[in-house]
C-alpha cells in the first residue's frame, strides 16, 4: 500500500499492519519503540492515570501494546504506525 494509502486507514487497521508485520518479522526494535511511546500518547489521549501505571509496569506496556489500536490512543499512535508501515510498504 502507498504512503497517501495508509493516511486513509483507521488506526486499529494500522496498528493491526504495523504489530502483526513487525511479530512476523521479529521486529523487537519497533514493538520496544511502541511500548516507549505509549505513555506519552495515553497523556495525549486524555489517559493520565494510564500513563504513571505504565511507567513503571512492563507487563502493563505489553498488554497495551497488543490493545493499542483502539480509540484516542489508537489515534493518538496513528504518526507511529504510519511510519512504520511507510518504511515497510510490504506490511
Do not use: C, Q
Amino acid at each position: 500500500m502507498d504512503a497517501n494509502g495508509l493516511e486513509s486507514l483507521p488506526a486499529n487497521e494500522l496498528h493491526e499492519r504495523a504489530v502483526r508485520y513487525a511479530v512476523r518479522h521479529g521486529d523487537l526494535g519497533f514493538l520496544w519503540e511502541l511500548l516507549k511511546v505509549i505513555p506519552a500518547a495515553e497523556a495525549a489521549s486524555g489517559h493520565t492515570n494510564e500513563t504513571a501505571n505504565d511507567l513503571s509496569k512492563v507487563s502493563a506496556l505489553l498488554s497495551d501494546a497488543i490493545a493499542a489500536g483502539e480509540g484516542k490512543l489508537g489515534e493518538a499512535l496513528r504518526p507511529v504506525y504510519i511510519d512504520y508501515l511507510r518504511k515497510h510498504p510490504d506490511a
